[in-house]
């Protein structure tokens, strides 16, 4: 195998394997920052191995193995007191790591990554903590990845990470789902991550890809986990009828050339109608259970979109008035910039304008390319291309996905010529 062949495969072992190869050495060790070192140490020698052996059959294997000999290396190094002997003694002991129906614990919940979850979700941890080390642990999201994903510099990221990571250790929080009497107490931390995973699956912070399907993908195999142990919470079913909602449509989101395709210019006969209809059936269920909450109106929302025959045929009305009510739920700027876009394709470009203008005062959303993206769109359809073009300038000075990038500067040059 040649040296690009093999750095592909290593980079599709990274995407695909990364969380559990993290998880299986956090449950076999005990130590965060030693998995994360020597998964990190695996990659780089599957780098070299696989170019002169070729790449081996079962690639997670491969690499869980390889970063648990590293790992029992280091702590029989370290191995100076009795703890130490008794974890060398435990991980040399340790059955084939990457065995998916291994289920050492009393959660009765046989997956190393929904452990990992929910440690990470521990409610002695502040919320944006959970979050950032579940996306830095499970997704292998690299710092300044999860810091632009905050709007936070990347030192207090940094930070954040490091402060949770000794609150795991010092607490002595258990690596395991808790029992089901403790659930309810975990599910917004959980969710909160799992939507947040697939987000940055959906529309990658940075990066020359927009979509990250395995992140896609990982985020909705635990969502389902999460329906299954938790059948009668709307909240669980609304968030997994939001993803299979948004996932029907992300073979649609880029063309062949990788380029970015906007929702009123996708081929909505290219949508996955299966998912559709289940994130569907989902959203009703869940919402006849009477409670409902910020998951379930995003679910309504993403309803809208995919149930139109066609982009003029979408009911921005509707949109409108649930994003005001999903407001309530979740009072935040970005949300409050949605219901910007909503109202101004609802009534008029001009009155949607007036939302963003308001955004802009508070200053909540400096820094957020989509900000200044959004008010050349609105301006775009006005007919104001020179006030657009100035706008999507903006937007080119913050934007970080290269996809993303590319898309804002063939709008640039359509308004701009507009304008000459």
């Not at 299979?244 to 449509?249: F, K, S």
Request: glycine letters at 6%.
């Amino acid at each position: 195998m040649n040296g690009p062949d093999a750095e592909e495969a290593v980079a599709a072992a990274f995407r695909e394997e990364w969380g559990q190869v993290v998880a299986t050495l956090i449950r076999v060790t005990g130590d965060w920052d030693l998995a994360e070192e020597c998964a990190q140490d695996a990659f780089a020698q599957a780098l070299d191995r696989w170019r002169r052996d070729g790449v081996p059959r079962r690639p997670g294997a491969w690499l869980t193995t390889t970063a648990r000999n590293r790992a029992l290396d280091v702590l029989r190094r370290e191995a100076v007191g009795a703890a130490k002997l008794r974890e060398v003694a435990v991980l040399g002991r340790e059955r084939e790591p990457y065995d998916p129906e291994y289920d050492g614990d009393d959660s009765g919940v046989g997956d190393d990554r929904l452990r990992l979850l929910f440690t990470c979700c521990h409610p002695a941890l502040p919320i944006e903590a959970r979050v950032a080390l579940t996306l830095r642990t499970l997704a292998g999201l690299t710092t300044p990845e999860i810091a632009r994903a905050f709007l936070v510099p990347e030192a207090t990221m940094a930070q954040r990470l490091v402060r949770a990571k000794k609150k795991i250790r010092n607490a002595g929080i258990p690596y395991r789902v808790p029992p089901a009497h403790l659930l309810p107490e975990r599910t917004t931390g959980v969710l909160g991550v799992v939507y947040l995973l697939f987000n940055e699956g959906y529309a990658a912070t940075s990066g020359a890809e927009l979509v990250r399907t395995n992140l896609c993908a990982e985020a909705v195999r635990l969502a389902r986990v999460l329906a299954a142990l938790m059948p009668d919470e709307p909240e669980v079913l609304g968030l997994l009828a939001l993803l299979l909602l948004h996932d029907a449509r992300r073979a649609t989101r880029v063309d062949a050339a990788g380029e970015l395709v906007t929702l009123e210019d996708q081929d909505r006969t290219a949508w996955d109608r299966p998912e559709i209809d289940e994130g569907a059936a989902l959203l009703e269920t869940a919402l006849r259970r009477g409670r409902p909450g910020a998951y379930q109106i995003q679910a309504a929302i993403a309803a809208c979109h995919t149930t139109a025959p066609t982009a003029a045929d979408t009911d921005w009305a509707d949109i409108a008035a649930l994003y005001g009510e999903l407001e309530r739920f979740v009072p935040s700027p970005v949300v409050r910039l949605n219901r910007a876009v909503a109202v101004g394709m609802a009534r008029h470009p001009d009155a949607g304008l007036e939302l963003v203008a308001e955004l802009e005062r508070s200053g909540e959303l400096d820094g957020y390319h989509l900000l200044p993206a959004t008010r050349a769109d609105l301006l775009r359809r006005g007919g104001r291309s020179a006030e657009a073009a100035a706008a999507y300038e903006r937007a080119l000075e913050l934007v970080e996905n290269d996809a993303e990038r590319r898309f804002l500067e063939r709008r640039l040059k359509s308004v701009s010529q507009s304008v000459s």
